[in-house]
């Protein structure tokens, strides 16, 4: 079964400032991954998704991911956060048709 | 986006009763669903695979007597939480697929459902 990892679970930055969330996943075979992001007291959305082609996705509020397979990376970047982003960002890895969680990155953003 | 409905979003039991979860599609035809388990600061955990017309596939580690899954239609899946015990508070969250010609399988998630056993 795959895993995912994520690193620094807590994040806290200031307004303008850039961010990258790590993201390793360790399954040998074809995978589909996604960003998700759960704002305070709302449901999981998706941000964006990457299924094959250009290993550079663009998803939605500024927000791409590069998919990287040499290391089994898929890591989440934004070059000027604002203070909106607050929330928790998942990262996810389907493989054998088998979703898996990162356990998350809470990132809190000063104004 | 399709939109995944679940109720209710709190509930409170006595220890020794039974709680039943509803996970809907409102706008999309789900033949699977899946629900997850969420213990604070910790990831979502698949418990099950829920399948339109069949059995759920339950998760290594999962108890498929105590958690209860029923799949009895294409915008319908809940999850039934027997003689609940304490250690089985948590966030409930499912989530289904929509396979419709504009996706690409894309998961949309219901909004979760606390769960407070005392």
């Known amino acids: 079964a795959q895993s995912v990892s994520q690193h620094n679970h807590h994040v806290i930055l200031s307004e303008a400032a850039s961010l990258e969330l790590g993201c390793n996943y360790s399954?040998?075979?074809?995978?589909?991954l996604f960003w998700y992001v759960q704002y305070p007291g709302q449901h999981l959305q998706l941000l964006l998704k990457?299924?094959?082609?250009?290993?550079l996705v663009k998803g939605i509020k500024g927000f791409e991911a590069e998919f990287i397979k040499s290391k089994f990376s898929f890591n989440l970047r934004k070059p000027s956060v604002q203070w909106s982003d607050t929330a928790e960002y998942f990262c996810a890895v389907n493989g054998n048709n088998r979703l898996a969680f990162g356990k998350g990155n809470q990132v809190v953003v000063i104004p | 986006g399709a939109v995944v409905s679940q109720h209710p979003s709190w509930v409170i039991c006595k220890s020794g009763t039974s709680v039943k979860i509803e996970c809907r599609s409102l706008?999309?035809?789900?033949?699977?669903m899946f629900w997850y388990r969420q213990f604070p600061k910790q990831s979502l955990m698949l418990m099950a695979t829920s399948n339109e017309g069949s059995k759920a596939t339950y998760e290594q580690g999962v108890e498929k007597d105590k958690f209860l899954i029923n799949h009895a239609s294409l915008t319908l899946s809940t999850l039934t939480v027997t003689s609940a015990h304490p250690e089985d508070s948590s966030f409930y969250i499912c989530?289904?697929?929509?396979?419709?010609?504009?996706?690409?399988?894309?998961?949309?998630f219901g909004e979760g459902s606390r769960l407070t056993v005392l």
């Open positions: 399954y040998g075979g074809t995978v589909n």
């Open positions: 706008d999309f035809q789900a033949t699977t």
């Open positions: 990457y299924f094959s082609g250009d290993p």
């Open positions: 989530s289904a697929r929509d396979m419709g010609p504009q996706r690409t399988g894309e998961l949309f």
